[in-house]
Each structure stands twice: as C-alpha cells, then as structure tokens.
C-alpha cells in the first residue's frame, strides 16, 4: 500500500463543477424543504420536559409500562427501548403545573411498584420549558458566530472569495447535515450541535489545507488558468485528503459502535459530515472561489513598501 | 547543519513531555473506599473528633487504611465498598446530626505525586452518576425584600430627623416618598440628598414628592449580592444532605447550578433544596380592629395575614428581624413537652431583636412563615411566578426582653419543629428559587459510559495506529509515537486544569482528536514525498515538508480552535466538556505532530548521509 492516490496527472475536478452544483443543490433544496415539512426531532435538550431511562432485569415489556403510565395520568409518554432489550427510556412532554421537576421521581416510583423485579434508575432529565427555548436560541447564534468569526479568519489570512467559498461550502455541510436527520428523523440533542460544530471544525480543516495549496500553486506556477492551477492544488491535497478523512472515519467508527447509545447521534453526524466536509470541500469552497473569479492576481504576495518611501522628505 | 535540533529544543520537548506524564500519572491509580466527617455551622473537626473515629472503627474491626485531618474535614479511606458502608452507619450513630458523614471515592495518588500537586482528572457527573440542578432565582422577589428593608430605613430616619411624612412606598425600583408640608419637603430634600450610597434623589416639588432611585450600579450590585447570598445559603443546605464535594456554582444572570455526585435520592435533595421559607418577626397590632381590616379597612401602616389555626391576626407593617439573621436553630421540646424550636441570631440581629422588644413587653409578637412555591407559570418576560404563601405561624406576648437567643413555641408537631429548624439552620433564601433542569445518572449508567468511553478510544487509536505504520512505515511509527504522547499530553493537561472535567462527550473529543491529529503528521509526510519526488536529497525533503507544511497545519488548526472555542462559550455541562478536550487536544496535537516528530526524526535520520527515507 504505496500510494491510495496515483498523482501523476492532473485530475480535471473543476470540469465536474456544474455537475457538483446541481448535485448539491438537491441536496440542500431537498433538506430545507424536510427540515420546514417535518422539521427536526428535537431533542429534550431544546423541548424542555423529561426523560427517564430505567433497567430491567430481563427483557422489558413496553406496553405493560405504556399502560402503566397511562393509566397513571401520565399518557402521551413515548416508551421505547434504549440500546439494549433491558433499557428502557421514558420521554414526557413539558407538563402544565407546579411539579414538572418531579415527574421523574413519580414514575420511577410508579415502575417499582408495577414490577415484579428490581427497576434501576440510570438516568433521569428535566429541562424546564424556557431553558430549552434558550438553549434552541444560543445554538443558533453560536452557529453563526462560528461562521463569521471563521470568515473573518480565513479573509484576513487568504483572500475575501476563498473565505466566501469556505463559508458557503461549511453552510452546505451544516444544512445538509441537519437535512439528514430530519429525513431520518434522528433525535437532534445537544451532543449532536456539538458534533455539528465539530463537523464545521472539521470541514474548515479541509477547506484551508486545500486553499492554502490554491494560493500556492498561484504562485509557483506563473503560468496557466485559474481553473488549471485549482485542479492541480486539489489533485496534489488529494491523497492527504482521503488519509485524513479515512483515519477520522475509523475512529468515528469505533465511536460509532463502542461508544453507547448515549453518544450514537454524535457519532452519526459526525461520521456523515465527514463525508460531506471531504466532498464539499474540494467542489464547493474551490468552485465557488472559481465562480467568484479567484485569480493568481488576488493571491500574489502583497507589495513590501520601502520603509520611510511615502514620508515627506525631510525638510 | 540540516535537521538537527539545537539541544533546547531536544531538552524542551523532553521536559514537556515528562511534566505532562507525571500529571497524567495519578490517572492510572484509581479510587479508595473513603468516608468523609465534615463539619456543621456549629461544630469543628479536630483530633479530637479524629480519635472517636479511630476508636470507633476499632470496635467494629475496621482496619482503615488511613485516616487523615485535612482541611477541617476527615477522611477515612477503606479497603471495600461493604466496609464503606458499615463506617459510615458506625460513624453516623457515634456523631450524630453535628456531624456530615458522606459516602466519598478519594483519589489514590501516592504521597509524593500529591505532593507535587498532581491529581487524577475531575469526571464530569454522566460519568460518576450524581445529580445535576439549574435553578432560576426570583429577582424581582430579591429587589421586592431589599427595597422593603430600605423603605423600613427611610422611615426611622425620617422620624428621628422629625419629618413628617404622608407615605414612603416602593416604586419600580425606588422609594417613592409623600411629604406633608412645604416646610418638610425642603428639610427631607436637604436630608436625602446624597444621605444613602447607590441612590440617586430625584424631585418633585409640585407633587411634594421625592424619589429615591436605586443607580445601575447599585441595582447590579443588588442582584449580584442576592445571587452570591443564595449561593453560600444553597452550599449549607447542601451541606445538611451529606454529600462529598459537592459543586454549587452561579452560571449566567440569574441562574445557579448545584451538582451532588453520587446522589440517588433525589425527591430529598429537592425537597430541601428548593424550600425557601423564611420567617418575619413582627409586632401585632393590637390598637386597630380585627373585624374592620376583616372588612377590607386595613389601618395604614398594617397589614392581614391568615393565622395557620385559623382566623386572621392584623400585623404592623415594619419587620423587626427577618430570618437571615439567624445563625443556629434546634428543634426540642418546651416544659409541656411540645415541640419547639430555639433560634439564636447574629449580633445584628440580637441588637435589633433587643432594641424593638424593649418597650414592648407585655406586647403580642407574631412570627410569620413565609414560603414561597413556584406556580409553574411564567410572566411576560419568561420569569416564573412564584406564589407567596404567608402565615402567622405563632403569636406570643413578649416576656421579657429578647436577646441574640430565643424560642419559638406553639408548633403543630415534632416533624414540623425539626423541619423548620433544619430550614432556618440553613438559612432563608434571600430570593425563591426554581430547579428549571434536573439532570441524574445512575451509577450503573456511569460506570458503563466510562466502559465504553474507554473501548471507543483503546479501538480507535488502534485503528489509526494500524493504519499510519501500513501507509507510511517508519515514518508513520513517528506519527504513531506522537500520537500516543499526544493521548498522555491530554490526560496530562486535563488534571492539571482545576476547572477541566471529563465527561462522555469529553471522551469522544478525544476519539475524535486521535483521528484529526495524525492529520498534521499526514500533512508533513506528503509534502516530504512530493519533495523526494521532485529529486531533492531526502535532507532537503525533510526540512522543506516541515517548512512548507507549517502554515497549512498552523491555519487549519485555529480555523477549528475558533469553532471549539465557541464551543465552549455557548455550552453547559457534558457539551463544554467536549469543547475543553477538543480545544486542548488541538493544541497538544500540533505540538506533538509539529515538534515532537520533528525531534525524533531529526535524532534518527537527522545529519546523516542517507540515500532513502522510510516514509
């Protein structure tokens, strides 16, 4: 295993970018249209309520604790099982009324005493109503500034169209992400906003290593379109590309099946925006630099201006 | 001469290096059994209290293995969890209530690595198990008392200074002050101005009225003072529960969080937390008719308020002490056994309880209970609203007059006598408070996560370990040697940290880090191919890799420094656990991948005459 990548020719990347453009722009026009249809599983973390996580003995029975819990006031609890045949997680809506935070003790207790065998308490989680609102708020915001404060960067570092290519391809990778686990309606808690920010982290990575090769090879070769000289410095980061996202792949992997249930959506987000970061990376922040007409003149090393050269003369 | 490190750069990555491997060390050494004797407001742990313990054990045939006085607590480290439990109901017979005594799992780092100030990671509570509160405290109840304290102020400094006053009433946030005369308007401007700190005198003099109105400042300063004052009155009260470090932290504005690790019963931590009685000593007043303020013609300067055996008592308006005075409270029994409780308050609080009952005697003095119970609902602006429940717990004739200790008698039964004192021992919360998020992590869960934690990370390290050794052969054997640096760097720098804590997505921060970090190494080493490829000695190759990969890996990585780190701004609990591991495996990571491979490869192939690189 010498070389994933044969790196001897140029691969013409740019000449798949109409390709690339409408490819991604179903994708992104088909997540915003799930994520306002059936929006996003949100989880307790933004919906505020309860969720309680108990385990039997043996194999739980869900509709006896359904019936349970319904036959207790406490209808419209979602039970399903959690992980394993023995775990069984409660969710709860935010009740109206004085004693939301001690919902979770209530049905704890209501479990025991329907059980013939013993109910271990693993985890129980309140989030009074407004925390959750805040919460939806604050994760949005961060988001944003996460996304300028990169922009800033990499305009201060590169150039104002590179950045605006690397902003726009971490906004496909964060709408397309959040596309997915509407369609799929996976359950969108705080690990998941994290893991998201950590897939923007991740896909900015690749955007500047990608860049800082453009920028490069603008000005190693004097010769040559802009289309030419991108191509090159993608075909020349590729095999770096693929190595990295291949051994962050593995460890999401192990992540993905070692580490529990609790840390599944984290995984999954994470693992797919992987793909997406990798992939927008290369057709996205680079064809959009293209578009936005990045040429070796942006790029060149700024002018050094001879010290003292714009001072009046001395009289 | 080419790739050769200068001794102190070879000595600073050595140095790095081993600092962060003692830290990490206390890791590998696990948790003892261990019971912990804390104090309460009124006793100490001395070596006294030591040899009650020690002989204590001793009867019951416990061989600890160690005991030791640190900090006003004990801790009594043990050989087994069976062992744990029976020291610690031993030790709770032998103490009583004046004494904590709080299951605990202390660290086992030997003496010269404590000794060094090194401590195992602190493990964030889904780890743990434990529970986890946020409270949301009432401002405007905590602006409502204040102003009502400052309104009582206003009012005696008026009389003494003779000025006659039509009504002095809290506004907004200020006193609104009525004056009689012209005469008395001019002699309370010239008075008010500048006479209280944090207040500014705004006049009306068509009006014959004055406000006094609390500055930014102070109104800051206000809110600041309730939140710290809850929070020291919740650490009490947390204290009363018996729980081994305990974290009880303001977070934001108007919000306190209180972690309990190791706290299963949750129904009583609630219970005693989030009770926020406090009680008022006032006059009756006896001059004015009760079948009248019945009626809804409530005499000025009085107020009604429901007696709990029924019917209604008239109360003056002034408080003469509240119940943050007090410093102790004890439930027992008065001379006709019934249940009372014997309060002693602060110096403050004697003087005034002393001053207002001197001429008062042979007068009725009504305690009144006030407790405060979330209505679950919120105002316009996303606060809860809190009903205020107020009753005349007791009305007794003053005896004699009353000093820094006294009793309140007439309680209904044992219990209630226990639980009031309990709640006054611990203090009246200066402002209400609501649990507005509960979090609570069995044992059983916490112990798993931290399994599968462990398995997440022990595979994927081995994964990418597997994979850099195929791909790039010695040079990636490098890479792996940084990596597992980097991994001790991480557990190094996170005990180091007092505030870091590791929690379950902290663990997958990590995983993570494994899989970006040999990115920096993956960098270099196709840099150094494409140089091998484009004919340059494999000198020269290693130089410029390094040279011309350093700016790449430099920008990439605070690109995703920006994003942890906003991370970390935003996120509560388990999710800046994540952002801490990311941000500090970041910098780790380019420090090992940059300079630690650097310095290997340098000692290896570095200076010499070679013909092929092994990369």
Redesign the interface.
């Known amino acids: 295993m010498r070389e994933l990548i044969k790196t001897d020719k140029t691969i013409p990347f740019m000449r798949l970018r109409i390709g690339a453009w409408i490819f991604s722009g179903l994708l992104m026009i088909a997540s915003i249209a799930s994520l306002a249809i059936n929006q996003l599983n949100w989880g307790l973390d933004f919906t505020g309520g309860t969720v309680i996580e108990v385990g039997y003995e043996r194999e739980a029975n869900l509709s006896d604790i359904r019936a349970t819990l319904d036959a207790n006031g406490f209808s419209g609890a979602v039970v399903q099982n959690f992980g394993t045949q023995q775990d069984v997680l409660i969710r709860l809506e935010p009740q109206e009324g004085v004693k939301a935070q001690q919902v979770g003790d209530q049905v704890l207790s209501l479990l025991r005493e329907a059980s013939t065998e013993e109910v271990t308490m693993r985890r129980i989680e309140f989030v009074g109503p407004n925390v959750g609102e805040q919460l939806t708020e604050q994760g949005g915001l961060a988001m944003l500034t996460a996304l300028i404060c990169i922009l800033a960067y990499i305009a201060f570092r590169f150039e104002w169209r590179l950045a605006l290519g690397a902003v726009g391809a971490l906004a496909h990778d964060v709408i397309i992400t959040l596309g997915l686990f509407s369609v799929l309606g996976l359950e969108f808690d705080l690990t998941v906003l994290a893991a998201l920010l950590a897939v923007i982290g991740y896909s900015i990575n690749d955007t500047v290593v990608v860049c800082d090769r453009i920028r490069e090879n603008f000005r190693k070769y004097r010769k040559g379109e802009s289309e030419e000289i991108i191509d090159g410095a993608l075909t020349d980061t590729m095999s770096r590309t693929v190595i990295t996202s291949l051994t962050t792949v593995l460890v999401l992997l192990a992540l993905f099946f070692l580490g529990g249930a609790l840390i599944h959506g984290f995984a999954t987000a994470l693992l797919f925006g992987v793909f997406i970061g990798t992939y927008s990376s290369i057709y996205i922040a680079s064809s959009l630099a293209l578009a936005l007409g990045v040429s070796r003149e942006d790029l060149m090393p700024p002018e050094v201006e001879k010290e003292g050269e714009d001072l009046e003369p001395m009289p | 001469m080419l790739n050769k490190f200068p001794l102190w750069k070879n000595l600073m990555v050595i140095v790095i290096v081993a600092v962060a491997a003692v830290y990490a060390l206390p890791n590998l050494y696990g948790e003892d059994f261990a019971v912990q004797v804390s104090a309460t407001r009124t006793t100490t742990v001395d070596t006294q209290v030591l040899g009650r313990v020690e002989d204590r054990l001793q009867e019951i045939n416990i061989e600890p293995k160690s005991v030791v006085l640190e900090d006003g607590q004990l801790l009594v480290r043990l050989n087994s969890d069976s062992e744990q439990l029976r020291a610690r109901e031993a030790l709770l017979q032998e103490l009583g209530t004046d004494y904590v005594v709080a299951l605990n799992l202390a660290p086992a780092t030997p003496d010269w690595l404590e000794a060094l100030g090194a401590s195992p990671m602190k493990l964030g509570l ?1 780890l743990r198990g434990g529970v986890h509160f ?1 409270m ?1 405290v009432d401002m405007n109840e905590a602006m409502r008392k204040i102003l009502g304290q400052m309104r009582d102020t206003v009012r005696a400094d008026l009389r003494e200074e003779r000025i006659r006053y039509t009504s002095v009433e809290r506004d907004g946030n200020g006193l609104q002050i009525r004056l009689r005369t012209a005469d008395d308007f001019q002699a309370a401007m010239r008075y008010l101005d500048g006479a209280y700190d944090g207040y500014t005198l705004i006049d009306d003099e068509a009006a014959q009225q004055l406000t006094l109105r609390m500055t930014e400042a102070k109104l800051k300063e206000t809110q600041d003072y309730a939140i710290s004052q809850n929070v020291t009155i919740l650490r009490n009260r947390v204290n009363e529960l018996g729980v081994a470090e305990p974290l009880v932290q303001r977070q934001g504005a108007d919000r306190i969080v209180v972690q309990l690790p190791g706290v ?1 019963d ?2 009583r931590a ?1 219970e005693i937390l ?1 009770a926020t009685a406090t009680l008022e000593f006032r006059m009756v007043d006896d001059e004015n008719s009760i079948r009248d303020a019945e009626m809804g013609r409530v005499p000025f300067g009085s107020e009604l308020y429901p007696n709990r055996n029924g019917g209604n008592v008239l109360l003056k308006e002034d408080v003469i002490l509240t119940g943050d005075h007090i410093v102790n409270a004890t439930s027992g029994f008065d001379e006709n056994q019934r249940p009372q409780v014997s309060i002693t308050l602060d110096g403050a609080g004697g003087d005034k309880m002393s001053l207002a009952t001197r001429d008062a005697i042979g007068k009725p003095m009504a305690t009144l209970f006030i407790e405060f ?4 609902e ?1 105002n316009a602006e ?1 606060n809860i609203i809190f009903e205020r429940k107020e009753e005349v717990i007791n009305v007794a004739t003053i005896q004699a007059r009353l000093g820094s200790s006294f009793r309140i008698t007439g309680l209904d039964s044992v219990q209630e006598a226990q639980n009031l004192a309990l709640l006054l021992r611990a203090g009246a919360l200066i402002a209400p408070i ?9 044992p ?2 916490g112990q ?2 931290i399994d ?2 462990m ?3 022990i ?3 081995v ?2 370990l597997a ?2 050794v ?2 790039y052969k010695k040079f990636g054997m490098v890479a792996n040697l940084a990596l597992a640096t980097n991994l001790v760097l991480i557990v190094g720098v996170m005990s180091m940290i007092p505030g870091a804590t590791l929690t ?2 902290g ?3 990590i ?2 880090t ?3 970090a ?2 920096a190494n ?2 270099i080493f ?1 840099r150094i191919r ?1 140089e091998i490829k484009a004919k340059r000695s494999p000198q020269q190759a290693i130089h410029h890799g390094y040279d ?1 990969a350093l ?2 890996i430099a ?6 420094l ?3 780190i ?2 970390f ?3 509560t609990g ?2 800046k656990g ?2 801490v591991t ?1 941000a500090i495996g970041i910098v780790t990571s380019m420090f090992t991948a940059i300079v630690g491979t650097r310095a290997v490869i340098n000692a290896i192939w570095g200076g010499k005459r070679i013909d092929k690189l092994s990369v």
């Not at chain 2, 609501?434 to 069995?442: P, S």
């Open positions: 889904d946020l949301e299963q949750t129904a609630k989030g119970k979330a209505t679950g919120r996303g609501q649990i507005v998020e509960e979090r609570t992590v069995g059983s869960l798993e996560n599968m934690g398995q997440a990370i595979w994927g390290f994964l990418v994979f850099m195929m791909y379950l997505p663990m997958a921060g995983v993570l494994v899989g970006m040999v990115d993956v960098l196709e494409e011309s700016s790449t920008d990439a990585n605070v690109t995703t920006i994003a942890a906003i991370l701004a935003i996120g388990p999710i994540f952002a990311l």
